[in-house]
């Protein structure tokens, strides 16, 4: 199948599939895009000072010392390489977990321009793609990374995660990962009171995910997308 480096509305690139007409960020910028929902609506809301009192708070004061992250669709490593940037800023240490079942290429990872537009330098976006699968590497002082090279209906984690990055392909595409049968393992990966936030904001994908016990809000999505999904595992 085809696939082309193409740059998007923010001038950060993402890899565009033509036969599905897909990409694996939006087109109306992958970095923007990957900040307001997996940053904004899900680390920074986990550990904004404003929830006093919520449910929330007590998360933040539970996972001060270490906060466990699961990415679904590790893919170009963006949501990994902007995590690692907020690790830092946020001064808390992370244990991200990255799950892809198709890795992209050598070739593709030298073509993104992430580290350029983050201001980072290459060679940690070189680490985070060239780290041995299956192996945890300590990137910083505050993120450690694990790469796990498997399809998402193979995970088997139980109350692991505060958080979840659900970043897969778009329904119209594949259907298969956005069903009951993968939000219910998500749930089971989750701690109490963690939070899964996703792009998507379909009704079936709402309509999977209360079914298997998600507490589901619908947010303002990114720039080209007028909602986005955020759901929390109650305590």
Not at 32 to 61: C, M, P, R
Not at 201 to 210: E, F, L, N, P, Y
């Amino acid at each position: 199948m085809k696939r082309e480096i193409i740059i998007t509305a923010d001038g950060s690139s993402t890899i565009h599939i033509p036969e599905w007409n897909e990409q694996y960020h939006s087109k109306h910028g992958a970095i923007q895009e990957a900040y307001h929902v997996f940053i904004k609506h899900g680390l920074h809301y986990i550990f904004n000072s404003e929830h006093s009192g919520s449910a929330q708070d007590e998360l933040h004061e539970e996972s001060l010392n270490t906060l466990s992250i699961l990415e679904i669709g590790f893919g170009t490593g963006l949501n990994a390489l902007i995590t690692y940037v907020e690790s830092g800023k946020l001064k808390i240490p992370i244990n991200y977990v990255g799950v892809e079942g198709y890795p992209v290429s050598s070739e593709e990872i030298t073509k993104l321009n992430y580290a350029d537009e983050l201001n980072v330098e290459a060679s940690v976006f070189k680490e985070l793609h060239y780290s041995t699968w299956e192996e945890e590497y300590q990137i910083s002082d505050t993120f450690t990374l694990t790469k796990q090279e498997k399809f998402f209906d193979e995970i088997e984690d139980k109350e692991q995660f505060n958080l979840i990055y659900f970043d897969a392909f778009g329904a119209r595409v594949q259907p298969e990962l956005w069903t009951e049968a993968i939000f219910k393992k998500m749930f089971e990966a989750l701690k109490d009171d963690g939070v899964l936030v996703t792009y998507s904001a379909k009704g079936s994908v709402r309509r999977a995910m209360q079914s298997v016990g998600f507490m589901v809000e619908k947010l303002p999505g990114p720039p080209g997308k007028r909602e986005m999904l955020r759901g929390r595992k109650g305590g």
